[in-house]
């Protein structure tokens, strides 16, 4: 067991050319921040809003990068593909990718095709927004790839016989804003009243969504099992 944790754990170190790679892709992201701050016309409020994104788009590259599929019979892919994929739809519609289109809400689209470049911070854009009449969508950049790395993380997971699907679970909450509304239906039940601590989650949501990010990337890559 102490070998296997050895081993699980040297799966944090990445290789050098890894990590220059995303140097040079910290340093490109801060430059096309301090471009956007300097002639956009915003006055930042909190600065950690504008981190976030990164937060996202460089630990979700990082993951996959560093993250090598077992080898698995061809069912056993496709059934990991199928539940990755169903998972990415799950955290794209919670977390306002995927929506229903016009022709679904009764409702005119006013804008089929849009791409938002800087009236949105770098990593919350180019935003583009879409509307086919059956779906909207609105493809904002971090969301995107954090998204993704879960869902690779989450295929990953269930190739590996010996990991825990926990994280996965965890991931659907990713999404704090969004998810709110059902958690607080359910929790008012047995509390009562939750205005309180509603008010603290979508004041909190963007800093909470990101620890949960976090933590779910962590757990997924790891992929502890009971007796690690």
Do not use: H
């Not at 170190?13 to 892709?25: D, F, K, N």
């Not at 804003?177 to 958690?183: A, R």
């Amino acid at each position: 067991m102490t070998e296997t944790l050895q081993a699980r754990l040297a799966r944090f170190a990445p290789a050098r050319i890894v990590l220059l790679w995303l140097a040079l892709l910290v340093l490109v992201e801060a430059l096309a921040l301090l471009l956007y701050l300097r002639f956009a016309p915003v006055i930042p409020t909190a600065v950690r809003y504008y981190v976030y994104p990164f937060v996202w788009i460089n630990l979700g590259l990082l993951a996959v990068v560093t993250t090598t599929p077992p080898a698995a019979p061809r069912r056993r892919r496709r059934i990991a593909m199928a539940l990755a994929g169903g998972y990415f739809l799950v955290l794209a519609w919670a977390g306002g990718l995927l929506q229903a289109g016009s022709a679904l809400t009764g409702q005119d689209p006013l804008v089929l095709f849009r791409v938002v470049l800087l009236d949105v911070p770098p990593g919350w854009g180019p935003m583009v927004m879409y509307d086919a009449s059956l779906v909207q969508l609105f493809l904002v950049p971090y969301k995107v790839v954090g998204y993704l790395a879960l869902a690779y993380l989450v295929y990953v997971t269930v190739l590996d016989a010996a990991g825990s699907a926990l994280g996965g679970l965890v991931g659907l909450l990713s999404c704090v804003s969004c998810s709110w509304p059902v958690l607080a239906g359910l929790v008012s039940g047995v509390v009562g009243s939750t205005s309180g601590v509603a008010t603290f989650v979508v004041t909190q949501s963007y800093d909470i969504s990101t620890v949960v990010f976090v933590v779910t990337v962590a757990l997924l890559y790891w992929r502890p099992t009971v007796g690690d």
